[in-house]
């Protein structure tokens, strides 16, 4: 079965623009989580979604946000883009709303470099 | 508010030998998950392994096994007979089973030499 999809792969922007990122979960799950992953910062966690509601938030400001639709898949959208938001970003899905026994699947990313 | 340590930036291995990978956590949760993911330098993240806060045995997959040691909030990695294609980037995670939220450490480079 496919695994999780993100998409686009590879983005450049320019600071000031808005970027929107998207996750496509393994067929089936309900749960999607973003984190931001960046070599001095580690991966941080932004928010996951279940059954379109978000039920976690991490501390980013509101520039960040996303939402998920009634197929599970999921969209992040970053506004008014900064040098520092260059990142790889990942979505995680999983079968439930992350109960604490169930693996989350990673896809390969979206590596966004704002110039 | 739960935290998770991992306290080795970076690890070298000899192949064929066996290493361990620390991973520490604050938490107040009874029951939670904690969780080992393998990054190859593609950015994928790869599942290896998970505990549950209620196993009494040391979770084990293949050659890699979890040493859960409750008490001290340690869930340490350990993987045997270490290959080349082992050196990558490896996040210990905890998920809370009361938020749901997974968080993961800083992570660890491993190194395997030949």
């Known amino acids: 079965k496919a695994g999780v999809t993100q998409t686009p792969r590879y983005l450049i922007k320019t600071r000031g623009q808005q970027v929107t990122l998207s996750c496509s979960p393994i067929?089936?799950?309900?749960?999607v989580s973003w984190y931001q992953q960046t070599p001095g910062q580690g991966l941080q966690f932004l928010f996951e979604y279940f059954s379109e509601t978000q039920r976690n938030k991490g501390n980013f400001p509101g520039r960040f946000s996303g939402r998920q639709f009634s197929n599970s898949r999921s969209e992040m959208n970053v506004s008014t883009l900064e040098l520092g938001d260059s990142a790889l970003y990942l979505c995680?899905?999983?079968?439930?709303?992350?109960?604490?026994?169930?693996?989350?699947?990673f896809g390969q990313g979206t590596r966004l470099t704002v110039v | 508010a739960q935290k998770i340590t991992q306290t080795q930036p970076g690890m070298f291995v000899q192949e064929k030998e066996a290493v361990t990978l620390d991973c520490t956590y604050d938490t107040s949760d009874q029951s939670y998950g904690l969780f080992w993911y393998k990054q190859p330098s593609s950015g994928e993240m790869i599942f290896l392994i998970y505990?549950?806060?209620?196993?009494?045995q040391n979770a084990t997959e293949g050659r890699y096994s979890l040493n859960f040691q409750k008490a001290r909030k340690s869930a340490n990695l350990v993987i045997s007979a270490s290959q080349l294609g082992d050196s990558a980037m490896y996040f210990c995670?905890?998920?809370?089973?009361?938020?749901?939220?997974?968080?993961f450490g800083q992570g660890t480079t491993l190194q395997v030499k030949p």
């Open positions: 067929s089936g799950h309900r749960s």
């Open positions: 995680a899905s999983s079968r439930q709303a992350q109960p604490a026994n169930t693996e989350a699947f």
């Open positions: 995670g905890f998920c809370s089973g009361n938020t749901g939220k997974l968080i």
């Open positions: 505990q549950g806060s209620y196993d009494e």
